[in-house]
């Protein structure tokens, strides 16, 4: 259990911050950019949600309420070198076969119900969807810089890990086309007309 009694601690001061293992870094590492950047979709999550409370985008937020908790996990797990001495605090929070398994399923049900694609999707449309759009992009920087960290040093973070952001992207998709083609949002998939605006 996590408890928080002080807000400030001065100890960022300087520049420097400290990892899940308690080493301490400065804050420009590339593993403080990478959970930070998690974070970051998390938090762009929590406003695609503001929209979908109550409204017949439950479903969405059910999955999303899930996939908060599971940012929050990844976090921690990024947080933490993977060493030899750290493998059994990341166990308490790594991200499982499983949960990837579950966003495949729940991809798979959203996009049931949508149209074929016949062109690519410009980011917008309702508030819940251009939101969706902007997770979605926010989560394919993370990867980014998840792959940065494996090329730097080999193993930095698991095959599992990699593999769930990269479906989270697709996810975020899937839900922005969805939030877009239902009733409430009315507006359907605003799409892509290559050089539509040339003279």
């Known amino acids: 259990m996590v408890r928080l009694t002080k807000i400030y601690t001065r ?3 300087t520049g420097k911050t400290s990892l899940g293992d308690g080493t301490r870094v400065s804050k420009e590492e590339l593993r403080v950019e990478t959970y930070g950047t998690i974070d970051e979709v998390n938090s ?3 406003l695609v949600r503001t929209h979908t409370k109550d409204s017949e985008l ?3 937020d059910n999955i999303l309420a899930a996939v908060q908790n599971e940012l929050f996990d ?7 070198p993977l060493t030899k001495d750290n493998i059994e605090i990341i166990e308490k929070t790594k991200i499982l076969d499983e949960q990837i398994l579950r966003i495949e399923e729940e991809i798979d049900q959203l996009n049931f119900s949508l149209k074929d694609l016949d062109s690519f999707v410009l980011p917008g449309g309702s508030k819940a969807s251009a939101h969706l759009h902007l997770a979605r992009t926010v989560a394919r920087r993370a990867e980014r810089l998840m792959v940065r960290m494996n090329k730097q040093k ?6 599992t890990a990699l593999k769930y952001v990269n479906r989270l992207s697709d996810l975020m998709f899937v839900a922005a086309r969805y939030a877009n083609q ?3 949002g009315g507006i359907g998939d605003v799409l892509w007309q290559p050089g539509n ?3």
């Open 11 to 13: 100890t960022g001061d």
């Open 44 to 46: 762009i999550i929590g």
């Open 58 to 60: 439950i479903i969405l």
């Open 74 to 80: 990844l976090g921690a797990e990024i947080s933490i």
């Open 154 to 159: 080999k193993n930095s973070i698991s095959e």
């Open 182 to 184: 239902s009733d409430i």
């Open 197 to 199: 605006t040339r003279g």
